[in-house]
């Protein structure tokens, strides 16, 4: 059995504890979390040792891997604790606030021989890897341009959560927007610059709510990147790609991928003209679910990678890392266009 513990209570990570807690190959040593009311909960509800402080929980369980789930200022610190005892790592996204840290800790999981693993848990979607694949083949030809955007109505007041203070590294761009930077990484590769980038405030005082930019990359392939954790039209976060390229167009999101192709492609089994793939056919079956396969997915591919002690993760550290660049990049250049 793997010895896992828990760092952080919120909702993601009473999410990952009850996963992980279904898990065959699983047990859970310790959960830690701050407030004592949710710690008191557990220890009437659970039998998992409770801490209120995770250097405490980390020396006294002795985990082969740690679940951080806490707000993302505190996930360098947390990281390397856990790393100095030589203990795995899954992370909750965004990686770090500031790029040196996840440039530091990438290097520090290869010196310690750490499996290492953030939470962008969309690239476990059937359909985006369906249309990973396609664009690999290039199904659509050579891509020239792409819209990415998620919406959502997570702020529609003022908030006094993490997520609305700047202290916490809080706000659309590193909740939200880096869902979608993390798939345009995945999808379509690192862009070599951004231009017109606005963070615009609309209930909060500290952070953004919708985040838009334009990003350039090699070979002239140009995107417009929108966001916005504000939109009340939504029930819930919607992600989507729209990618064009010279023999067709791609639509995806978490129920489809969409494919208009000019010609007929033998290799994908694609007709001319419109195509569509669904997630239910798309998608494997998972042991436990809760809130989307995605979640299930990616806990029982990190527990595989520290099983076998892989390093060729697909959600590693420095995929993160370069994730938490985009954002820099985004953030200063909003910066730049109000001196």
Request: hydrophobic letters at 40%; charged letters at 20%; one cysteine or more.
């Amino acid at each position: 059995m793997i010895r896992v513990a828990v760092a952080g209570l919120g909702r993601m990570g009473i999410s990952h504890v009850a996963i992980v807690n279904s898990h065959p190959d699983v047990e859970i040593v310790g959960v830690c979390d701050m407030s004592q009311f949710v710690l008191g909960a557990l220890r009437q509800c659970s039998t998992f040792a409770c801490f209120d402080h995770y250097d405490k929980m980390l020396d006294e369980t002795k985990p082969d891997c740690v679940i951080i789930a806490t707000p993302t200022s505190s996930h360098a610190d947390i990281i390397r604790s856990a790393m100095a005892q030589g203990c795995h790592i899954f992370v909750e996204k965004p990686f770090c606030p500031e790029p040196a840290d996840s440039c530091r800790l990438v290097n520090l999981a290869k010196q310690y021989d750490i499996v290492n693993q953030v939470g962008y848990h969309l690239r476990f979607l059937a359909t985006f890897n369906e249309a990973k694949q396609l664009l690999d083949d290039h199904a659509i030809g050579e891509v020239y341009h792409f819209n990415a955007e998620t919406y959502g109505p997570l702020v529609l007041n003022k908030s006094s959560s993490w997520r609305g203070k700047k202290s916490e590294a809080g706000g659309c761009l590193y909740d939200y927007a880096s869902h979608a930077i993390n798939l345009v990484n995945y999808l379509i590769g690192m862009p070599k610059s951004v231009h017109g980038s606005v963070l615009k405030r609309i209930y909060s005082t500290e952070v953004e709510d919708a985040v838009y930019s334009t990003l350039s990359f090699t070979h002239g392939v140009t995107g417009q990147l929108a966001v916005n954790w504000s939109d009340e039209t939504y029930r819930k976060m919607e992600v989507r790609l729209t990618i064009i390229g010279s023999a067709g167009k791609i639509i995806v999101d978490r129920q489809e991928c969409r494919i208009y192709l000019r010609h007929k492609n033998n290799t994908n089994n694609l007709s001319s003209g419109w195509n569509i793939k669904y997630t239910t056919e798309l998608t494997k079956p998972v042991w436990y679910y809760l809130r989307g396969e995605e979640f299930s997915a990616q806990m029982d591919y990190f527990i595989d990678q520290v099983r076998t002690k892989s390093q060729k993760n697909m959600n590693s550290f420095a995929s993160a890392a370069e994730t938490d660049l985009v954002i820099d990049m985004i953030k200063q250049d909003a910066i730049s266009l109000y001196r």
